[in-house]
């Protein structure tokens, strides 16, 4: 096919949008997850119901998304790093999508929150959501500026949410055991703390997807790990 200023243009223009589209994706997702861990910290359950109702608005950006996406592949047919920026998107806009259903599902926790006892560590519990959001908007940030720096610190910060999670399990494990009243609160924020855990998973998708985009390579860190994995046998 044969490229002409004017479908050169046009082609850029789509792969902008298709930018563009993730980013908004990306606010959104951000703003909702924010928005869930605030209704728990306040047990505000009409905010709960309102950010339930409003994950619609993420399923409906991203599949918008995979038919922006799919479109480009069947119209212009991209080749090397413009195939590998239609091929992110989808991929990230996957991963973004499955972050708003995670914050869906800590603000349905809300509810059962709403008449217990509170407990002292929520407030851990949300310095893990802190640390969570931090990685999310860092991850959409490389994202917007192809930084692979900035996509490997994400990718190395899923460390502290992983420590957040450990800690939050040891002292809720403890109440429960000191007191079988708090077995149900505490289990509800265990719930809680998963959720933002596997948050930070998904963050470290989107940092490797970000930096295959980049580079066309893996990350050196995964595969240190597997050369690693594979000398353990």
Known sequence: MTLTGHTVKAYEKDLEALTAMIVRLGGLVES?????????????????????????????????????????LALRQPLAHDLRITLAAIKIASDLERIGDLATNIAKRVRRLVDMPRISAISGLIH????????????????????????????????????????????????????????TPCAH????????????????????????????????ELTRRAANHDDRG
């Open 128 to 183: 893990m959501g802190e640390e969570a959001q931090g990685q999310l908007h860092a991850a959409i940030d490389a994202y917007v500026r192809d930084d692979v720096e900035a996509a490997s610190a994400v990718w190395h910060g899923d460390e502290r949410v992983d420590e957040f999670y450990v800690s939050l399990f040891r002292e809720l494990l403890t109440y429960m055991m000191e007191d079988a009243r708090m077995i």
């Open 32 to 72: 909702h997850l924010q928005a869930a861990l605030q209704a728990v910290a306040q047990r505000d359950l009409a905010h709960a119901h309102q950010i339930v109702r409003d994950d619609d608005r993420i399923d409906d950006l991203e599949r918008e998304v995979g038919d922006a996406a799919v479109r480009l």
């Open 189 to 220: 924020l265990l719930f809680i703390a998963k959720n933002l855990e596997r948050v930070g998973d998904h963050c470290t998708n989107i940092a490797e997807t970000i930096h295959y985009q980049v580079t066309g390579e893996r990350m050196p």
